[in-house]
T-cell receptor
C-alpha cells in the first residue's frame, strides 16, 4: 500500500527555466493538495485539486504557477520562468473520497520535492 | 490573518516527562482538528485528530484535548521520547466549506526532547 509519491525528490533549475513537480496520490485518493515550505517558515497552502478540477487555488501565485490533476496520471505543479525566490520544499498531500455522511479531511503527505533555483 | 495559531515556536522537555503543545483558533466554524509531526527533509506525518463533537481523543502516548469555548486545543505526549523531537503542526477544517476540504495550518512548534 504505497503512500503518496513525489518526484523528483530534488530538482535544480537555473533562473528562467521551467520546473515540473509530480505527485501520485495514495491508491483510492482523488483529492490532491500542494503546499510550499520556504526556509524557516511553515507550510503554505497553494492549491487543492480533484480529478480534472481545481477546487481552491487561493494560495497559488497569480503568475508562473499552475497545477493540474488529469483523469489519468499524476498531479503536476508547474513553475514557469523560475526565480531564486521559488527555491523551497514543495509537498503534495492526498485524501480519500468522502462517502455518505463521513468526513475525512485527513491528508497524507509525500516526502516533498526540494527545488533549488541557481 | 492567522486563523490557527501556535504561539510557542519551540518547546524543550526532558525525556520521560509530558510534552504539551498548544494551538488556538479564531474561526468558530472549524469542526475538525488535526496534529501532524514533521522531521527535517520529510513530509508531515498525520498523528491524531479530533472532531468538535468530542473533547478528548487518545492514541497511545498521544492525547488531544479540545476546548471549544476557549477555541483551544492541545496535544499531550506522555512519556516524551527523544524520537518525538520534531516540528508539530496543528491544522483545522470546517464542514461549512462544503466541497472545499482545505486545511488551515498553524506555523508549527519545534519540540526538543532531551535525553
Amino acid at each position: 500500500n504505497a503512500g503518496v509519491m513525489q518526484n523528483p525528490r530534488h530538482l535544480v533549475r537555473r533562473r528562467g527555466q521551467e520546473a515540473r513537480l509530480r505527485c501520485s496520490p495514495m491508491k483510492g485518493h482523488s483529492h490532491v493538495y500542494w503546499y510550499r515550505q520556504l526556509p524557516e517558515e511553515g507550510l503554505k497552502f497553494m492549491v487543492y485539486l480533484q480529478k480534472e478540477n481545481i477546487i481552491d487555488e487561493s494560495g497559488m501565485p497569480k503568475e508562473r504557477f499552475s497545477a493540474e490533476f488529469p483523469k489519468e496520471g499524476p498531479s503536476i505543479l508547474r513553475i514557469q520562468q523560475v526565480v531564486r525566490g521559488d527555491s523551497a520544499a514543495y509537498f503534495c498531500a492526498s485524501s480519500p473520497v468522502v462517502r455518505g455522511q463521513g468526513r475525512t479531511d485527513t491528508q497524507y503527505f509525500g516526502p516533498g520535492t526540494r527545488l533549488t533555483v541557481l | 490573518d492567522q486563523q490557527v495559531k501556535q504561539n510557542s515556536p519551540s518547546l524543550s522537555v526532558q525525556e520521560g516527562r509530558i510534552s504539551i503543545l498548544n494551538c488556538d483558533y479564531t474561526n468558530s466554524m472549524f469542526d475538525y482538528f488535526l496534529w501532524y509531526k514533521k522531521y527535517p527533509a520529510e513530509g508531515p506525518t498525520f498523528l491524531i485528530s479530533i472532531s468538535s463533537i468530542k473533547d478528548k481523543n487518545e492514541d497511545g502516548r498521544f492525547t488531544v484535548f479540545l476546548n471549544k469555548s476557549a477555541k483551544h486545543l492541545s496535544l499531550h505526549i506522555v512519556p516524551s521520547q527523544p524520537g518525538d523531537s520534531a516540528v508539530y503542526f496543528c491544522a483545522a477544517s470546517a464542514s461549512y466549506a462544503g466541497n472545499n476540504r482545505k486545511l488551515i495550518w498553524g506555523l508549527g512548534t519545534s519540540l526538543a526532547v532531551n535525553p
